[in-house]
């Protein structure tokens, strides 16, 4: 991995702590896409833009640490959504932020934390949110780890949706309208059999 000395620390955390109920409850982190887990794409396209990557996953974690990367499961229980994973790594990680992006999105950006370091500096903004043009793409974002009590306040009041606990903070969105399609997610095994004779977009 390539070191960034100009920027604060940053670690990505690939979110792989969901149900995938859409995809009949299997692990979907592991769910085979082009002869590969679908983590391992994530692996391999998040690994050259940081110096630092932890996985959160909620089940066959011994899998998941066969990558090398630490592994760490949601402390709330029950499944409560990305936030969750966003809180159990803050909870773990000593770095200036948190990149965080999901375990079902084998085409990411190349140039991710750039673009969210980019848009988080020129407004000193607390959380910088990818914008594919046509919606925010919530759970592609930067995140300064000072925002874990907020986090931790925000969720112990029962709530779970990522765009209101944005909205409580100086949040900006960096542009990626010129490459929407890098932000592909595979839901099901129908959308991933469909990618698989389409190639890969982007
Ligand atoms: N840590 C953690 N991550 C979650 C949780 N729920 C969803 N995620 C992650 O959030 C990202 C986007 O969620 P979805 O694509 O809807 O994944 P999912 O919730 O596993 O799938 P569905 O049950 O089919 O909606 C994925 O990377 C999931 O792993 C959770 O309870 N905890
Ligand atoms: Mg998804």
Not at 48 to 53: A, G, T
Not at 65 to 89: C, E, I, K, W
Not at 123 to 137: K, L, S, T
Not at 148 to 168: C, N, T, V
């Amino acid at each position: 991995m390539s070191d960034h000395p100009s920027r604060g620390s940053i670690t990505a955390v690939i979110l792989a702590g969901g149900k995938a109920r859409r995809m009949g409850g299997q692990d979907k982190g592991l769910v085979e896409l082009a002869g590969q887990p679908l983590i391992e794409h994530v692996i391999a396209r998040i690994a050259p833009q940081v110096n630092q990557i932890l996985i959160n996953a909620n089940r066959n974690t011994e899998q998941y640490a066969r990558y090398g990367h630490p592994v760490v499961s949601d402390t709330l229980s029950d499944f409560q959504g990305p936030l969750a994973g966003f809180l159990a790594a803050m909870q773990q990680v000593e770095s200036d932020f948190i990149v965080t992006l999901p375990c079902d999105g084998p085409c990411l950006p190349a140039d991710l934390v750039n673009r969210l370091y980019h848009a988080q500096q020129a407004a000193g903004a607390e959380i910088a949110v990818a914008h594919d043009g046509n919606r925010m793409q919530p759970v592609y974002a930067l995140i300064s780890t000072r925002l874990q009590p907020s986090l931790e306040e925000f969720l112990a009041a029962g709530e779970r949706k990522i765009d209101w606990w944005y909205r409580k903070h100086n949040t900006v969105t960096a542009d990626f309208s010129d490459i929407p399609d890098t932000f592909l997610n595979i839901n099901t095994l129908e959308e991933r059999d469909r990618f698989r004779e389409a190639g890969q977009p982007g």
